[in-house]
Nanobody, 127 residues
Framework: QLQLVESGGGLVQPGGALRLSCAAS????????FGWFRQAPGKEREGISC????????AYADSVKGRFTISRDNAKKTVDLQMNSLKPEDTAVYYC????????????????????WGQGAQVTVSS
C-alpha cells in the first residue's frame, strides 16, 4: 500500500507564495506518476498539475500555468508544488495523488487515473 503525506499548506496574502510537499512511501518510487488536485467548496475536484515517472514531462491546468511549478526529488522521494502569485480563487483543499504506470515520459491530470491520495492540505489566500 502506498502512503502519501502532504505538508506546507497555510494562509498567505494575495501575490504571495507557498510550497506544498508530498512524501511517498510503501511502494516503488520509480513506478509512480504524481498529480496535484484541488477542491473548493461547492466545486468539483480539479486536476491542476502532474509529473511523469521520469520527471521530464509535466502538465498544468490553464488556471495555474505560469504560476505553479511541479517537481520531484528522487533522493527525498517527494513531489513538490511551488505556488507563486497566489490569488484568492486559489483557495481550496489541495490533494497529492499518485498512480502506477509503465509509461515513463507522460502523465495525466484525469483524476480517474489516480489510485492513491493524500489527506489534503488547506490553502487559503486572503488579505
Amino acid at each position: 500500500q502506498l502512503q502519501l503525506v502532504e505538508s506546507g499548506g497555510g494562509l498567505v496574502q494575495p501575490g504571495g507564495a507557498l510550497r506544498l510537499s508530498c512524501a511517498a512511501s510503501g511502494t516503488t518510487w520509480n513506478l509512480l506518476a504524481f498529480g496535484w488536485f484541488r477542491q473548493a467548496p461547492g466545486k468539483e475536484r480539479e486536476g491542476i498539475s502532474c509529473i511523469s515517472r521520469s520527471g521530464i514531462n509535466t502538465a498544468y491546468a490553464d488556471s495555474v500555468k505560469g504560476r505553479f511549478t511541479i517537481s520531484r526529488d528522487n533522493a527525498k522521494k517527494t513531489v513538490d508544488l511551488q505556488m507563486n502569485s497566489l490569488k484568492p480563487e486559489d483557495t481550496a483543499v489541495y490533494y497529492c495523488a499518485a498512480y502506477v504506470t509503465w509509461g515513463s515520459t507522460s502523465c495525466t491530470t484525469n483524476l480517474n487515473e489516480y489510485q492513491y491520495w493524500g489527506q489534503g492540505a488547506q490553502v487559503t489566500v486572503s488579505s
